[in-house]
């Protein structure tokens, strides 16, 4: 619907994401977003990142304590990937109230058929739609106001959020139309490197997943090394050699997959990772991803597990964070409610 639209170049080159507070974070998720959002942080973009705890409650009911630990719990994980509140915007959605004041116009833009067409939604929903929450169906309209009320041009998200950031582009081109202003940027999805689907380490065709009820499916990043070894190593795969190219990689999704992680955790491409190991067998490859592994990600633990002691430390960044995130969102909502018509 939107495709081919540009972002207008007259707004500022500016980051958003967010994940949420949900479970604790996975390969996948410092692949798939953290370590991608601490590299951009260093380039030409000002960055604003989320930690959604309006859009955790959305789908099942979550215990008060545990989804404060687990709020606490991401801002460290953001901070020990790198991401440096010098240097970026790190905060909790619900101290900017002015994300839900954008949903709320935004519930009124988006169309029911749009809502319903969202994949997530009919997996989330599944087949007791009648008992989800109006909140998980109205997701997608708070998802666009957190990217909106920033006027966020760029959006870094792993593969699954893109129907999620197409949305936001047509509520922000719906918008503008029925206003008939140029205020909101249409903001591009962001999905780059070989780890952007990180799948499970059970089952190539799932998703790598913190709610996956097998916890060897996925690597935590609070794992301890022993734990990441002894993961990969049951990983599942199939019994032939690796190939020396990625065409060999096309049928065989459990030997795509880990090569993606190695070739992601290196910073290297998967023809380069493959040129290294091409005709080894998994006996040998798996031990080089557990060692790789445990060198990259045990030092984002060891200072998570610090961080953790400190929550005061981290409940003191979230609250600059977020005083820094309104002074951005007030005046865009206030401009919204001026072209909306509403007094103030
Ligand atoms: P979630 O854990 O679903 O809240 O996702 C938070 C962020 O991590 C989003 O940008 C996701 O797209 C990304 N993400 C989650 N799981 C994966 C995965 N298995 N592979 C790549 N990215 C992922
Ligand atoms: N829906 C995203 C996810 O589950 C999290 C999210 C909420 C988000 N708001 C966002 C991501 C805005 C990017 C931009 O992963």
Redesign the pocket.
């Known amino acids: 619907m939107t495709e081919g639209v540009q972002t207008p170049s007259a707004f500022t080159k500016r980051v ?5 507070p949900t479970g604790h974070l996975t390969l996948g998720n410092y692949l798939g ?1 953290l370590k991608r959002f601490s590299e951009v942080q260093d380039q030409d973009y000002e960055t604003i990142f ?1 930690i ?1 705890d309006q ?1 955790a409650i959305t789908a099942t009911f979550q215990d008060p304590a545990v989804l404060a630990r687990a709020t606490r719990e991401l801002a460290a994980g953001f901070i020990a990937s790198g991401i440096d509140p010098a240097k970026s915007v790190l905060f909790n ?1 619900s101290q900017v109230a002015e994300h839900a004041q954008l949903a709320w116009i935004f519930n009124c833009v988006a169309r029911m058929g749009w809502m319903q067409r969202m994949t ?1 939604w009919k997996d989330k929903a599944g087949k007791n739609a009648q008992n989800a929450s109006l909140g998980l169906f109205a ?2 309209a ?2 666009a106001a ?2 909106l009320v920033y006027h ?1 041009t760029h ?4 593969e ?2 893109k129907q ?2 197409e949305l ?1 582009r047509d509520i922000a081109t719906k918008f503008n139309h029925d206003y008939g202003v140029d205020f909101f940027p249409i903001a591009e999805p962001v999905i780059e490197g070989a780890a952007t689907r990180v799948m499970s380490l059970r089952d190539g065709s799932k998703k790598m997943s913190k709610s996956d009820p097998s916890d060897m499916s996925r690597i935590n990043m609070t794992d301890d090394a022993d734990t990441i070894a002894a993961k990969i190593r049951k990983a599942r795969t199939d019994p032939d050699a690796l190939p020396s190219e990625s065409k060999g990689l096309e049928e065989r999704a459990e030997a795509r997959n880990l090569v993606n992680i190695y070739a992601a955790l290196s910073d290297t491409s998967v023809d380069d990772v493959l040129a290294q190991v091409g005709g080894k067998q998994f006996s040998e490859f798996k031990p080089m991803l557990a060692e790789l592994a445990v060198a990259k990600l045990s030092p984002i633990s060891t200072e998570m597990a610090r961080l953790m002691e400190h929550p005061d430390e981290i409940d003191a960044i979230l609250r600059k964070g977020a005083d820094q995130a309104r002074a951005v969102a007030a005046p865009i909502l206030q401009r919204t409610y001026d072209i909306v018509g509403m007094v103030r």
């Open positions: 958003f994401s967010g994940i949420q977003a989320c959604v859009h959605q997530q997701y997608p708070l998802m957190d990217i966020a959006v870094p998200v792993g699954d959020q999620h950031v936001t």
